[in-house]
């Protein structure tokens, strides 16, 4: 078999696998949703339902039964999306006649889109009325009233407080950027094929990566105020820690969409891997690893004021106390300057972005 048979074999075979698991999730989902919609619809709680325990492990072997027999079919849901999106697979593919959503499997994932959306909006406890009320309208007016009608006299302590908050965002990511650049290169796929060690490593910073992101920074916060204390340390840590992590995604992925042409000429010339990474990949990522950069950074000054909420320091640990103790027009002053730093930041990191293009 040619290596591009094999290859197309290979693809397959990964896309009906990714393919079942989304099936299965996606059948299982709706399974659960509707037995959940149905447990409300009776007037009790779904931890209250004597058959909720039954029910959730009772969808597993009819979800992955059901998965099987709908991934037999190229137009179900999972294989559609894992082949529209794969390059190799797209081109050799067969699109059912007419519209995908009319289809039995469109139908399908119509019905557990609405199934999600209801029980969404029970979980939730979605109430226009409480929105619209008098005494909710009452409320939000004497909150906003207040909020903007800064009390100005704080001026100093909170400039202060917003100076910590820049410099924790800026710390975390000067610390963030060079570790996520070398490991970026372990992350990516294409760098990393070579031997089943590469490929170990490569599936290793892949999960920790992922790992790592998945909690929020916010969580982190929580984590380093107990670990090292309460403060800017606490929160410059988290946003470190996460940022690393986004970056490496970003970073990697970049280095999987470069042009391989350079890398094949430089290494005609008989280089060492190292040296092919340096002048056939690094001169193609400078440009987009400083717009993600920069991004980042404009996300950190966001989320520098967020986690000061929970014990990170900075202005949100300042504004958290002046909330706790119901002064408004003390929180109008901290959210007007919030405001106005965080669109300068803004400004100022688009501005850059469009000079470095």
Not at 46 to 67: H, K, N, Q, R, Y
Not at 142 to 164: C, H, K, N, Q, Y
Request: aromatic share 10%.
């Amino acid at each position: 078999m040619d290596p591009h048979r094999k290859r197309m074999a290979r693809e397959a075979r990964k896309a009906w696998v990714e393919g079942f698991f989304l099936n299965t999730v996606l059948i299982y989902h709706a399974g659960f949703c509707a037995y959940a919609l149905a447990v409300w619809a009776s007037k009790q709680r779904l931890a209250e339902a004597s058959w909720t325990g039954e029910v959730a492990l009772g969808l597993v072997p009819a979800a992955i039964l059901a998965g099987l027999l709908w991934t037999r079919s190229s137009h179900s849901t999972g294989r559609t999306l894992i082949e529209r999106t794969n390059d190799l697979l797209a081109r050799t593919r067969v699109e059912p006649r007419g519209s995908w959503w009319s289809s039995p499997s469109g139908l399908f994932t119509s019905l557990a889109l609405l199934l999600t959306v209801a029980v969404g909006w029970k979980l939730t406890r979605i109430r226009l009325s409480a929105l619209f009320s008098a005494d909710g309208l009452g409320g939000a007016r004497r909150i906003f009233g207040a909020i903007f009608t800064p009390d100005w006299s704080i001026i100093g302590i909170t400039l202060e407080a917003m100076a910590v908050t820049i410099f924790i965002a800026l710390m975390a990511t000067l610390i963030a950027v060079p570790i996520a650049f070398a490991a970026s290169f372990f992350a990516a796929r294409n760098l990393m094929r070579g031997s089943p060690g590469a490929r170990l490593l490569y599936t290793a910073s892949r999960l920790v990566s992922n790992f790592t992101r998945s909690i929020e920074p916010l969580i982190w916060a929580i984590i380093f105020s107990v670990w090292v204390g309460i403060g800017p340390f606490a929160g410059m840590l988290a946003l470190m820690l996460h940022s690393i992590a986004a970056l490496v995604k970003l970073y990697s992925e970049q280095i999987e969409n470069v042009d391989i042409g350079p890398i094949e000429a430089i290494e005609a010339t008989g280089a060492n891997r190292l040296q092919v990474i340096w002048y056939a990949v690094v001169p193609q990522i400078v440009l987009p690893y400083l717009s993600f950069t920069i991004y980042r950074w404009d996300i950190n000054i966001r989320m520098a004021t967020i986690i000061g909420l929970v014990g990170g320091g900075g202005i949100g640990t300042l504004l958290i106390q002046y909330q706790g103790l119901a002064r408004w027009h003390e929180v109008g002053t901290m959210v007007i300057t919030i405001a106005v730093v965080v669109w300068l930041m803004d400004y100022a990191s688009a501005r850059i972005r469009e000079a470095i293009y």
